[in-house]
DNA sequence: TGGGCGATTGGCT
DNA sequence: GCCAATCGCCCAC
């Protein structure tokens, strides 16, 4: 099938362009250990940010403090802080130099179910459903920012994809708004909901 | 240096 | 469907 990738295959995933990377890694599983057990999540929607040319990117402006690790080497987990209580990750694609990211929007929790309801509210279907919830249950924090997923308490390993791969339209962008780079499971419940971004309200209305 | 706004979520109408 | 929570980032002044 074709974008389908053996486990450990993780290093010849990542060094394609960021649109290919991003539906190969559905399937794949992000799994976490701490010192409170282990909690993994099977991915099955994400979004690819295309670096420097893409405007709805964190690195469409270049280079700043918050977005330096999707300017390192791949491989690596982007980790940012939102809406003052929010947390969502990344995994980096692309040589140095060049930020492209995936972010990972949702996913189905197969192992640690009891860890993950601990740390969220909600029923199974919600543990890991959007970008934030995905960092809630598997307990990713900005602490966790530049990680190495190929070894440590943070791994992502390969997997086999989904059967139908559906595209649609980034979530809660206004820029660029219009490119269909999202990518899910087809018929995955765990999928979230897409909201387009609110659109700002004018300033004078004249 | 100030202020608008965000790759969101959950609760309430 | 609507909206508040909540604060760091980043651009404009």
Redo the contacts with the bound molecule.
């Keep these: 099938m074709p974008g389908s990738a053996e486990a450990g295959g993780l290093d010849a995933l990542l060094d394609r362009p960021v649109l290919e990377v991003a539906p190969a890694l559905l399937g794949a599983v992000l799994r976490h250990e701490t010192l409170d057990g282990v909690v993994a999540v099977r991915l099955t929607e994400v979004?690819a940010?295309d670096g420097p040319h893409d405007p709805?990117?964190?690195?469409?402006?270049?280079r700043?403090?918050?977005?330096e690790v999707?300017f390192g080497p791949p491989g690596r987990l982007?980790v940012?802080?939102?809406?003052?209580?929010?947390f969502?990750c990344?995994v980096v694609v692309g040589g140095p130099g060049d930020p492209a990211?995936v972010?990972l929007?949702?996913g189905e929790v197969v192992e640690g179910h009891d860890l993950a309801r601990s740390r969220?509210?909600?029923g199974e279907r919600?543990l890991a459903?959007?970008?934030?919830?995905?960092c809630?249950a598997l307990g990713i924090d900005l602490a966790h920012n530049g990680a190495d997923l190929r070894s440590g308490p943070l791994t992502l390993t390969a997997g086999e994809g989904p059967r139908v791969v559906s595209t649609g339209p980034?979530?809660?962008?206004?820029?660029a708004a219009d490119r269909p780079w999202r990518f899910w499971a087809a018929d995955d419940p765990s999928v979230?909901?897409y909201?387009p971004?609110?659109p700002?309200?004018r300033r004078r209305p004249s």
């Design positions: 979004e940010y709805g990117s964190h690195a469409y402006r270049g700043t403090a918050r977005n999707m982007y940012y802080f939102t809406y003052g209580m929010h969502c990344n990211a972010l929007r949702a969220r509210r909600g919600d459903r959007g970008p934030a919830r995905l809630q980034r979530v809660g962008l206004r820029r979230s909901v909201r971004a609110a700002r309200p």
